[in-house]
């Protein structure tokens, strides 16, 4: 899928349910750095106003989130489409980062400054490690969540093979057609010639519900009546 930008594949505007990879991390190194800022600087306002533009790239999309903004006009068309991946991990660590910009606001204004500043430097810490390695412990703690409302022994113990096409024990995964790491397990299931059916989310999004797909890839080894055995991803 393109949209008429070189090097484009997911519309960063349109393709909600993904997002490149990159433009996360330019909010949280932009994020983490103003709150580290605002620490140095004793500037209370800046904690608040980080919060607000945090809500409100929630509320309203990716248009008015202004670091995302800048990389998906300014940065990505000059260094190209980064890895593309699930875009609710990421978010629900913009909603972690929210929460706790908006306690420290909170307590500025009770004038419990030490707490304040605490909250503000988790967030600092927590968006700049995630900014520099990768590891963003929102997404973590979504993945962590997602595992128990999704499809596990004691949730889903069962895949419908009528649902599936699965005609055999295999693995079944679920997958989005722009999702970057989707497209490395499906070249690895081909590469172990295991037996596999892909479930697109895009197109059935009703076997996404019902079986709590949370993340993709979602990829899980089944019997030949459909009994889940185990989960390889995530």
Not at 52 to 63: F, H, S
Not at 107 to 114: D, Q, T
Not at 130 to 140: I, P
Request: net charge neutral; aromatic share 6%; hydrophobic share 45%.
């Amino acid at each position: 899928m393109t949209n008429g930008m070189t090097g484009r594949q997911a519309d960063p505007y349109r393709d909600l349910d993904v997002i490149d990879s990159r433009g996360p991390r330019t909010n949280q190194a932009v994020i983490g750095t103003l709150a580290l800022v605002a620490f140095l600087a004793g500037w209370e306002w800046l904690p608040a106003l980080l919060a607000l533009q945090l809500a409100v790239g929630l509320a309203l999309g990716r248009r008015f989130c202004l670091p995302c903004l800048a990389y998906f006009e300014l940065i990505q068309p000059r260094f190209g489409e980064g890895p593309i991946e699930d875009s609710r991990p990421p978010r629900f660590a913009n909603l972690v980062g929210l929460v706790f910009l908006g306690g420290a606001t909170l307590a500025f204004l009770l004038g419990v400054a030490p707490v304040g500043w605490t909250l503000t430097l988790i967030v600092a810490a927590l968006a700049l490690l995630a900014a520099a390695t990768g590891l963003c412990a929102g997404c973590e703690v979504y993945k962590l969540t997602a595992r128990l409302r999704g499809i596990a022994a004691k949730h889903v113990p069962r895949i419908d093979p009528g649902d599936v096409g699965l005609t055999s024990a295999g693995v079944v995964q679920f997958t989005h057609p722009l999702c970057a790491d989707c497209i490395e397990w499906e070249r690895r299931l081909e590469r172990e010639g295991r037996s596999h059916v892909s479930i697109d989310v895009s197109r059935s999004p009703e076997l996404a519900r019902k079986y709590g797909i949370a993340v993709v890839p979602t990829v899980v080894e089944v019997s030949g009546d459909g009994t889940v055995l185990g989960r390889l991803a995530p």
